[in-house]
């Protein structure tokens, strides 16, 4: 049966699965030392119905590379007790405390922690009970980030790092907001922003993506992706090479820009990186790495 999901869900789909059976042909316990594990492929996927073959009876998910969390804020929430997302069908859970969640606990307390998940069905059983971004009101805001990073620059794995993002006017992309965020997720989710390198090491051998945001605004949205690692602004090194790679992927695959395309304008921005340093600062004194 041909897949009806977007190209881009399809190719998250596909990695994780290629990934779930690498893992699984790695692992075995009773294998002798130089022995190896002979598998019979035919009979390994006899009985197995996915969520493409079968979408009301599968019985194998495609597994994510990352667990991924959803976490929100609106005005609605703000100083309850009670929280109200626009989530209907998903329970809400506490917020984790860890020192990293105590050191900006006045912010994360507007914030809601919805659910987290490590599979493509779960993601899809998320997304299509939850209220897409161009519905929600205004300094509303939602943040994906991989199960254990909370979305505040406090955080370990933020605390050295930037973001990638781009705003975007209100009234010209109210249409296309939905599509953005949703291939901003999936790329996210399917580890298609930053592939780590076989030969990496110490802090490059991890992917440099923590967390994906879209941000409810006035008059404009603003989508961001964040980053563990940022460059000096000097640096012309492995580093800056992969920021850069990753903001050009988010313009040109996601946003579906051409390479060379100015995007600034009225309530407009370039596709712009900044460390979550230089983002304190004022003026001219911060540093972007624009693609």
């Known amino acids: ?154 955080d370990e794995a933020n605390k050295y790092g930037g973001k990638w993002s781009i705003q975007l006017p209100k009234d010209k992309n109210r249409a296309n907001v939905d599509k953005m965020w949703l291939y901003t997720m999936l790329a996210a989710i399917g580890e298609m922003f930053d592939p780590t390198p076989d030969n990496a090491e110490g802090p490059l051998s991890q992917s440099l993506i923590t967390g994906v945001i879209v941000s409810i605004r006035p008059q404009f949205y603003r989508i961001s992706i964040w980053t563990r690692l940022a460059p000096a602004p000097t640096e012309e090194d492995r580093l800056r090479e992969r920021i850069e790679t990753v903001g050009r992927y988010f313009k040109m695959n996601v946003l579906g820009y051409a390479e060379g395309a100015r995007l600034a304008g009225p309530l407009a921005t370039e596709v712009e990186f900044l460390s979550h340093k230089d983002s304190e600062k004022k003026g001219k004194s911060a540093k972007k790495i624009v693609v």
């Not at 977007?6 to 022995?35: K, M, T, V, Y």
Request: with cysteine; hydrophobic share 40%; proline share 11%.
């Open 1 to 154: 049966m041909a897949s009806t999901l977007p190209p881009a869900a399809l190719q998250a789909s596909r990695a994780a699965i290629n990934a779930a059976l690498s893992d699984q042909n790695r692992n075995s316990d009773d294998l002798e030392p130089g022995e190896i594990q002979e598998i019979d492929m035919d009979e390994q996927a006899e009985g197995i119905r996915t969520v493409f073959s079968d979408p009301k009876n599968f019985n194998v998910k495609h597994p994510l590379c990352s667990p991924w969390t959803l976490w929100f804020d609106s005005p609605a929430t703000k100083g309850r007790n009670l929280p109200q997302t626009p989530v209907t069908a998903f329970p809400q859970t506490p917020v984790p405390q860890t020192p990293s969640v105590a050191a900006a606990q006045g912010w994360m307390e507007d914030i809601k922690r919805v659910i987290s998940f490590d599979s493509v069905e779960e993601f899809w059983g998320l997304y299509n009970n939850i209220v897409p971004p161009s519905q929600l009101p205004q300094k509303a805001n939602y943040y994906l980030f991989k199960e254990g990073i909370i979305p505040a620059w406090e």
